[in-house]
């Protein structure tokens, strides 16, 4: 199993609360499950901040006792498509014969990150959706999401992906337009 965290756009350079739950959430299911990989994925979506959602995932995790070389960073993506496009590219590189992917995020957010996750990494995996952080609306008011404005984000993921083979990286690449 490796455990891939998703991130969310930075206010500044270190990880803000609702994003540093996810990361201790993940840091304990790396410890629970012995995982050999914690992947952090989330590129540079805040101008205003020179570092990538990944980077600063990573920097907080390794404050916290993860060894580094257990830790790696994704930071290419800007959504949650590309979280699962470049997580799987990352993945398709390692050596760790396993074939459990646990996705960590926040609970509104889970149910639309294990389909994508599923689009691409196909039947190859099992993408394990079970463990999510809970936003508080005192003090994370951007993951307030409405049930509707959900539907119509998972509705559009939906067509993003339609008439594609589950984990076909090929036609993954001709999807994101990726060359490289």
């Not at 290419?76 to 390692?94: H, K, M, Q």
């Not at 049930?147 to 984990?167: A, V």
Request: aromatic residues 8%.
């Amino acid at each position: 199993m490796v455990v891939i965290t998703l991130g969310q756009r930075l206010t500044g350079a270190e990880v803000h609360p609702h994003l540093r739950r996810r990361v201790d959430l993940s840091i304990d299911v790396f410890r629970e499950t012995d995982a050999p990989y914690l992947i952090f994925t989330g590129g540079e979506t805040n101008p205003d901040v020179p570092t990538s959602e990944a980077e600063a995932m990573r920097d907080y995790a390794v404050t916290r006792g993860v060894p580094s070389e257990r830790v790696l960073v994704e930071s290419n993506a800007r959504d949650t498509r590309e979280n699962g496009f470049f997580a799987r590219l990352l993945v398709d590189e390692l050596d760790w014969g396993g074939d459990t992917v646990r996705v960590v995020s926040s609970c509104l957010h889970l149910r639309r990150a294990k389909y994508i996750f599923e689009r691409c990494f196909g039947d190859d995996y099992e993408i394990d959706a079970s463990r999510c952080v809970e936003p508080r609306a005192s003090i994370d008011p951007e993951m307030t999401f409405s049930e509707e404005e959900i539907r119509r984000m998972s509705e559009r993921d939906r067509e993003f992906f339609g008439g594609t083979t589950p984990g076909d990286v090929a036609e993954l690449r001709d999807l994101f337009e990726y060359r490289g």
